[in-house]
C-alpha cells in the first residue's frame, strides 16, 4: 500500500507487506505466541505491557467490570431472543454510555476495559435468559478472559486448550490499524463526541460481512460442503457466478495476511484433537482452489471461523467475539485521535448534474 497516501499517523500499529504487523512495536507472531490477551489490551491502552502489578490491577478493574447495571438486565430481558447478536452488543454499549457517561478526560482505558466486561457478559445474560429463563450472576474468578468468556457463555469449565486457542484469537483480533470500524469510531470522536459514541460507530460498521461478519459468512460457506471435492466444485461454481468467497482477499495484505498462517496453525491443532479433520480438510480444499482461481489468500477471519466452531460457539456469535477484543484497538485510537484532534472531513469530487434552474411544481 501507498503510505505517501495514508490519511492519518499512528503510533499504535502497524500494517502491511514488508515490516509485518505490529502492536506498538511488538510483532503479532510473538505476542500470539508468547502473551495473555490482557497484556496485549494492556499494551494498546497504556502503551506499554504491563508489570506484574500493572496487570494485577487491570485483573482487578476487568473484575469488576463483568457486573451489569439493573437498566442493561432489564433491556436484554425485553430485547427479542431471535435478533443478530451484534445489534445486542450494539444497543448495550449504547445504554452503557447513558446510564455510565464517561466521567472525566483520561478515562478511557477504564471505560473500556468495563465495556469489555459489560459486553462479554451482557451477551450471555441475553442469550441464556432468552434460551433457559435463567438470569445470569456474573463473577470473573478465572485468570484469563479467554476462560472468562468461554465459561460464561457455555456455563460450564472448559478444556485449557480451549482457552489457548480462543486467547490466540483474541490477540489475533485485537487491533488493526485504520480499517473501518476504526476509522468508524476516529470519525465520530474527532467530532468531540463520547468514547461510547465512538464504540457504538464502530460496532456498527463492524458488523458487515465485507468487514467484522466476515468469519460468520465463512463459517456458513465452509458448512455447506461435506467434503473436499464438494468444497472445490462449489467454490468454483460460486466463482463462475461472480459470488465474493468470504475470508478471502484484503485491502492492504495483497501477498496474505500475516494473521492467517497463526490462526491456522490454531485451526488445524483444534480440528485434529476434537476430531473434525473433515472440517479443516474442507477448509483446506476452498483456500487451494481459490488460490488457483483467484490468486486470492484467505485472512483472519477464515480460519477463526474454523476456530470458534471448533470452541462450541454459535456461528452468529462470532463477530461479538471480535467485538470484545478489538474494543481495546478501537479505544486506543479514540485516545490517540483526542490526542491530537483535528475533525475528519473528507472532501468529494463532484460528478452530478450542473446549474440546473429550479421548475416550479407545477412545471414540472
Ligand atoms: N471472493 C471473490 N473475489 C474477490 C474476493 C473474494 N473474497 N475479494 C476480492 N475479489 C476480487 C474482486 O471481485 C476483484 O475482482 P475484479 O478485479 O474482477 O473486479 C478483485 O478480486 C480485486 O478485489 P478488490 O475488490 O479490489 O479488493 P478490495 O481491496 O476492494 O476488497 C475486501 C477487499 C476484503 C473487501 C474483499 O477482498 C472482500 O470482499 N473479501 C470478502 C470479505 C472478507 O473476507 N472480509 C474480511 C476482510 S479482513
Known sequence: MDKEKAVGETAICSVGEGHGLRYRGYSIQELSQSANFEEVAYLLLYGDLPDRAQLYRFQQLFANSVILPQSIKAMLEMLPKTVHPMNILRTVCSLLGTVE???????????????????????????????????????FKQQLIAEY??????????????????????????????????????????????????????????????????????MTLISAFKTPEAAKKGIL?????????????????????????????????????L????????????????????QLKTNLDFYSAIVFHCLGIKTDFFTPIFVF???????????????????????????????????PMNER
Open 101 to 139: 457517561p464517561e466521567y472525566a478526560v483520561g478515562a478511557e482505558p477504564e471505560l473500556a476495559i468495563r465495556t469489555i466486561g459489560v459486553s462479554i457478559t451482557a451477551l450471555a445474560y441475553w442469550h441464556h435468559f432468552h434460551l433457559t429463563g435463567k438470569r445470569l450472576i456474573a463473577s
Open 149 to 218: 468468556v468461554l465459561t460464561v457463555l457455555h456455563q460450564t469449565t472448559v478444556d485449557e486448550s480451549w482457552v489457548w486457542a480462543l486467547n490466540i484469537a483474541l490477540i489475533l483480533y485485537a487491533e488493526h490499524e485504520f480499517n473501518a470500524s476504526t476509522y468508524a469510531a476516529r470519525v465520530t470522536v474527532s467530532t468531540e463526541s463520547d468514547f461510547y459514541s465512538g464504540i457504538v460507530s464502530a460496532i456498527g460498521t463492524l458488523k458487515g460481512p465485507l468487514h467484522g461478519g466476515a468469519n460468520e459468512a465463512a
Open 237 to 273: 461454481k460460486r466463482l463462475s457466478n461472480h459470488e465474493k468467497i468470504m475470508g478471502f482477499g484484503h485491502r492492504v495484505y495483497k501477498n496474505g495476511d500475516p494473521r492467517s498462517p497463526i490462526i491456522k496453525s490454531v485451526a488445524h491443532q483444534l480440528t485434529q484433537r
Open 275 to 294: 476430531g473434525k479433520t473433515r472440517l479443516f480438510d474442507v477448509a483446506e480444499a476452498i483456500e487451494e482452489t481459490m488460490e488457483t482461481e483467484k
Open 325 to 359: 477484543s478489538r474494543i481495546t484497538g478501537w479505544s486506543a485510537h479514540i485516545m490517540e485521535q483526542r490526542q491530537h484532534n483535528r475533525l475528519i472531513r473528507p472532501l468529494a469530487k463532484y460528478v452530478g448534474p450542473k446549474n440546473r434552474a429550479f421548475v
